[in-house]
């Protein structure tokens, strides 16, 4: 019984490919909407940890390995925890034309700018 259905599993692993999505770039909202300022909320409290990485690898380059990691980890925390609550706050007030026309409150816009993994819509 269990090599019958260690065969349909593998069967099974072997098919997955064919049924899932072909990844692509996320694709945005235009600037100024309620949309835009809801992906940018939703984006940025699943990726702030993204922010960690980006300044650890940054310090890295200007100062020695380890003490670069060490100034870039601290950095990075602060910086994660700061788009983590923008990411919420934008959830949050997602309907609301605040701050200045769904306008973003932290630099970059995504923490995904980093991986170059947005598209704008034309």
Same mark, same amino acid.
Request: glycine fraction near 8%.
């Given at each position: 019984?269990?090599?019958?259905?260690?065969?349909?599993?593998?069967?099974?692993?072997?098919?997955?490919?064919?049924?899932?999505?072909?990844? #692509?770039?996320?694709?945005?909202? !235009?600037?100024?909407? /309620?949309?835009?300022? =809801?992906? &940018? @909320?939703?984006?940025? *409290?699943?990726?702030?940890?993204?922010?960690?990485?980006?300044?650890?690898?940054? #310090?890295?380059?200007?100062?020695? !390995?380890?003490?670069? /990691?060490?100034?870039? =980890?601290? &950095? @990075?925390?602060?910086? *994660?925890?700061?788009?983590?609550?923008?990411?919420?706050?934008?959830?949050?007030?997602?309907?609301?034309?605040?701050?200045?026309?769904?306008?973003?409150?932290?630099?970059?816009?995504?923490?995904?700018?980093?991986?170059?993994?947005?598209?704008?819509?034309?």
């Amino acid at each position: 019984m269990s090599s019958r259905v260690a065969n349909v599993t593998v069967f099974l692993l072997l098919l997955s490919p064919l049924f899932l999505p072909r990844a #692509e770039a996320a694709t945005l909202a !235009a600037k100024g909407t /309620w949309q835009r300022k =809801l992906q &940018r @909320g939703f984006l940025n *409290a699943a990726f702030s940890p993204l922010e960690i990485s980006n300044e650890m690898a940054k #310090e890295k380059r200007d100062e020695k !390995a380890f003490i670069g /990691w060490l100034n870039g =980890l601290g &950095r @990075g925390s602060v910086f *994660a925890v700061l788009r983590a609550f923008s990411g919420v706050y934008d959830v949050v007030t997602f309907p609301l034309p605040a701050p200045s026309g769904f306008g973003p409150i932290y630099e970059p816009e995504f923490a995904l700018e980093y991986l170059g993994l947005l598209k704008e819509v034309p």
